[in-house]
């Protein structure tokens, strides 16, 4: 079945209403052989006879006019579209303080900001950056009402995954893209690295990270499932820290892929080759404040932010 545009649409609507190809083309500002050509196209595609010649000028054929009323409900019906989201953008009004973690250019925080802005105007924004880890905390104590998060929200809610469906889960999550980590390492510690497995990566150094971060809890759950023990040596709360760490010599590290080739590109550091964690960058708020319009809202503002540019 054909595919008919708008343009066409509001062409074959303009005629029909008019009854004339002149004064429809000046309505619509255009040239009077291109809405003749939209007409012809469009009765080609339909394989309607639209309309009919008269001392008048055009008259709509019973076909056409069917197929111009079923237009017509197109146009209402995109009319009504526009005013109500027109009407809902007024509702949506109040503050939200927004959770940032890890480089803006990752979360694409600019594009999400400038799209909540444009969408909705009212809407005060406050941004607290900090540890992934730190932002379901702070939805619990209600210090924050959304915010970005790394990793698997198992670790900050006890019912999620337990099979008691997802409206009993405490968090609502929209997954925006999946994440590879790598273990990069000093170039000295290349030959220790090399085609080593989990476990026997945990007896070289380490630069450790807080509780709350993604690596201690992707590491942790590893490391915990082996059993065996990770040898930090130094802890570090700041990924551009730890890269400097490693690049230093001091030890290894868990790294975003994207960044840990980079490193390998530019700084000469070692990936662990036969190692890698997969987690996923998500935007969460507590499941119970998903009635607030302003945060529904803006969850529809992530997942556009996403799907544009993915």
């Known amino acids: 079945m054909a595919d008919f545009d708008l343009k066409t649409l509001r062409a074959f609507v303009a005629v029909a209403r008019e009854g004339n190809v002149t004064r429809a083309?000046?309505?619509?500002?255009?040239?009077?052989?291109?809405?003749?050509?939209?007409?012809?196209?469009?009765?080609t595609e339909t394989g309607v006879e639209l309309f009919r010649r008269t001392a008048r000028g055009l008259e709509l054929t019973h076909d056409g006019a069917l197929l111009a009323a079923k237009a017509e409900l197109i146009f209402a019906s995109l009319m009504d579209f526009g005013q109500t989201a027109r009407s809902l953008v007024t509702q949506i009004r109040g503050s939200l303080r927004i959770g940032t973690i890890i480089d803006p250019e990752f979360t694409r925080l600019g594009a999400f900001l400038?799209?909540?802005?444009?969408?909705?105007?009212?809407?005060?924004?406050?941004?607290?950056?900090?540890i992934s880890g730190q932002v379901p905390e702070g939805l619990k104590r209600n210090e924050l009402d959304v915010g970005f998060f790394l990793g698997?929200?198992?670790?900050?809610?006890p019912l999620a995954g337990?099979?008691?469906?997802?409206?009993?889960?405490l968090f609502h999550v929209l997954e925006l893209a999946p994440l590879t980590y790598r273990v990069v390492a000093p170039a000295a510690l290349g030959p220790y690295v090399r085609d080593k497995s989990w476990a026997e990566l945990a007896a070289l150094p380490w630069i450790g990270t807080p509780p709350a971060s993604?690596?201690?809890?992707l590491l942790g759950r590893i490391f915990g499932?082996?059993?065996?023990?990770?040898?930090?040596?130094?802890?570090?709360?700041?990924?551009?820290s730890m890269l400097?760490?490693?690049?230093?010599?001091?030890?290894?590290?868990?790294?975003?892929?994207?960044?840990?080739?980079?490193?390998?590109?530019?700084?000469?550091?070692?990936?662990?080759?036969?190692?890698?964690v997969e987690t996923a960058l998500s935007f969460i708020a507590l499941k119970a404040r998903m009635h607030d319009p302003a945060v529904s809202h803006v969850f529809?503002?992530?997942?556009?932010?996403?799907?544009?540019?993915?």
């Open 25 to 43: 083309a000046e309505q619509l500002r255009v040239t009077q052989p291109a809405l003749s050509l939209q007409l012809k196209r469009l009765a």
């Open 114 to 130: 400038k799209a909540l802005v444009e969408s909705a105007p009212s809407v005060e924004t406050e941004l607290r950056h900090g």
């Open 152 to 157: 698997d929200i198992r670790d900050f809610d």
């Open 162 to 169: 337990q099979g008691l469906g997802p409206e009993e889960n």
């Open 214 to 217: 993604v690596h201690n809890r």
């Open 225 to 240: 499932t082996l059993g065996v023990r990770q040898n930090v040596v130094a802890l570090i709360d700041q990924e551009m």
């Open 244 to 276: 400097a760490m490693v690049r230093a010599g001091v030890g290894l590290s868990l790294c975003r892929e994207s960044i840990a080739l980079h490193e390998q590109q530019s700084n000469g550091l070692i990936i662990a080759n036969a190692v890698k």
């Open 300 to 310: 529809a503002v992530a997942r556009r932010t996403w799907e544009q540019k993915s």
